[in-house]
Every structure is written in C-alpha cells, then in structure tokens.
C-alpha cells in the first residue's frame, strides 16, 4: 500500500520532472558554454569514504563542463528524499540505498535482504550482470534517475549501548535496534530478531546519548565517523548486510550532456566507486582495533545461527514474492 502510493506520487512527479525537463535542455543548449551545477545531497558525513571519493575523485573528473556542489550530514534534503527531489527537478545527484528504490520498485527490495551480497566483489559483479539491465532501465524510464555506479558502504555491525552478550537472534529479543525509516530496513531490524525504530541517521547519537534506542548497525567506518563508539558498548560482528549505495543521476541532466560528457561522468563515477570500495575495505580490516582501544567489546556471534534466521525470514516474506523469478540464484551463482 505504502509503495503503491509512493509509486504513484513519485512517478507523477517524475513526469513533471520531464516537462522541466525538455525546458531545461532547451535553457542549457542556449548557455552551453556555462557549466552545469550537480548538487548532490547525502546523509554521510564529508569523512565518509563515499564523500570522499565524490569530493576528491568525481568532482575533478567532471570540473571541465561540471561542478559538484555536495551537501553532505543531510543538510540539503532529508535521508529518503532525496529520491523525490531528483525526480521533482530539484536535485541533480544523491547517493541512494536499494531501501529506498524498493519504496518504489518492490523488486529492488532483493538487495535488501540479509546474507544475500556476500562481499565488496559480488556486489559489484551483481551491479554489472545482465539481470540487473531491466532494473536500472525502470529506474531510468519511470523516475528519470539514473544509477550510474554501486558504492561499497561496508558490512552492517551491530553496534550496542547495553552489555547484554548478543551470541543468536534470539538474544535480540526486545532490543530496540535503530534502523533508517523505510519499512525494508525496519523489516531486516526484525528479521534479526530485534524491535526496529525508525530514526534518522543524523539523531542516532543523540538517541544512543539519551537511551531512546538500545543500538544501531552500521558498517565500522561510519561508526568511527559518527563517533557513535561514545555513546555505545560494544560492536557484534553479525555482517548481516553487506551495504550499498548507488550514485544516482539526473536523468534530466544527463539527457543534456554531450555523448563525451556523459562519458566522462560514467568514468569518473566508476572511478569514485572503486575508490571509495578500497578505502572502505581497508577501513573495515583495521577498525576493529580502534573500538577495542576506545574501552568496546567486540566479538563475532554465532553468525551461522544469524544467517539462517534471517535468511529463511525473508524467503518466506512478501517481499520474496516481488523479486524477479530466479533471480536470487543467478545472485548466488555469480
Ligand atoms: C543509515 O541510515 O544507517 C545508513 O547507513 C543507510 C545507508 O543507506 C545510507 O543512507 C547511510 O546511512 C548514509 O549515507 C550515512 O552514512
């Protein structure tokens, strides 16, 4: 219900997206010689790899004809906007979750499921596969978006203010776990046996502070960024979800770059994400250390026993029931 109507208002105003649209390639073709603006609005913190590699790799790359114009902690639009703005004409870049596209596109629900990616290289080598063509094509026909690259957020830890051993999902049991504010990720909160709060990225401190939530889970280079190693206790290895993030593109805005610039954009957004993917990885090898140093437990649960929890969760789940036909196999078979 909640994704049929998103989908309704969305994909209206993607269609008024287009009408600016034609206007806006005929306003750009009378000034070609001006650059155009990319305003790119994200919740990650300017130390966040994904920042980073957008700030010093993808904005260089396209300084000849473009400039990046990134509003980084949510400063522009609100986590999950940013989708909408896009289609709304008033945003040009975001980096967007697989969540949020299934607020709209049920089948991208599949990339929301726990222990599915199994790594960095299998995420990247699912963004590339043949299957994945028609995805992006919807994504691009009806929301006017284009997702030009897949960024490597990191694996999900769950990272805890109470000192309650974590070791099955069973141990979870009335753990109010913080998850962002999709029903996707509210669902992957309870699927790991937790009770899932919504709250924004930008209030989980505050919500660790005053113990309005019991934990978090994010990948291990966000929680050193957001400092939430001082509000919380300790860090369980679960791995539930190897994250992602794809660098999403005015379709509007690209229908209006020369062939070579378009290009150019795709490069230096490939480029930004294999980037971002390496400082990602190599952060997560070392971090672990860092929380030990900060007075954090951390430690490595029975993660068999999470995996076959929240795998069965979810195949047995409606969301199972929109993902394209055999499509998890070709996933696991890459
Ligand atoms: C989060 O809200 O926990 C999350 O990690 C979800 C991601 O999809 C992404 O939006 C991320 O926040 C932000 O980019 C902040 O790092």
């Known amino acids: 219900m909640t994704t049929t109507l998103r989908r309704r208002t969305l994909l209206g105003a993607a269609a008024f997206g287009m009408v600016s649209a034609s206007l806006g390639i005929q306003f750009s073709s009378a000034r070609a010689q001006e650059k155009v603006t990319l305003r790119l609005s994200s919740p990650a913190t300017p130390t966040d790899q994904r920042a980073v590699a957008m700030t010093e790799i993808f904005g260089p790359a396209i300084a000849e004809f473009a400039t990046l114009e990134p509003h980084w902690n949510a400063e522009l639009f609100k986590q999950g906007t940013e989708l909408e703005a896009i289609a709304r004409g008033n945003l040009e870049m975001c980096i967007a979750s697989a969540q949020e596209l299934a607020t709209i596109f049920p089948e991208f629900s599949i990339f929301t499921a726990g222990y599915l990616h199994r790594d960095a290289e299998h995420q990247k080598k699912v963004f590339a596969a043949d299957f994945m063509q028609p995805l992006k094509q919807k ?41 962002p504010g999709t029903d996707a990720w509210q669902f992957l909160g309870s699927a790991l046996g937790a009770s899932p709060v919504p709250t924004a990225f930008t209030e989980i401190y505050t919500a660790l502070q005053t113990g309005a939530i019991d934990g978090q889970d994010n990948p291990l280079p966000s929680n050193r960024d957001s400092k939430f190693y001082e509000v919380t206790k300790q860090i369980v290895l679960t791995s539930h979800l190897v994250d992602l993030n794809y660098i ?15 290009a150019v954009v795709q490069k230096a957004a490939d480029d930004a994400a294999e980037s971002g993917r ?57």
């Open 248 to 262: 999403a593109f005015s379709k509007k805005v690209w229908d209006g770059l020369a062939p070579e610039q378009q």
């Open 139 to 179: 994504v691009e026909d009806e929301l006017n978006v284009k997702l030009l690259a897949v960024m490597y957020l990191g694996r999900r830890q769950l990272n805890l203010r109470i000192d309650k051993e974590i070791k099955t999902p069973a141990d979870l049991a009335g753990v109010k776990l913080r998850m």
């Open 278 to 334: 390496q400082k990602q990885l190599a952060l997560e090898a070392e971090l672990e250390q860092f929380f030990k140093d900060k007075g954090l437990k951390v430690y490595t649960p029975d993660v068999d026993a999470f995996r076959t929890h929240v795998q069965k969760v979810y195949l047995e789940s409606d969301y199972a029931k929109s993902w394209p036909e055999g499509m998890v196999d070709k996933i696991n078979a890459l």
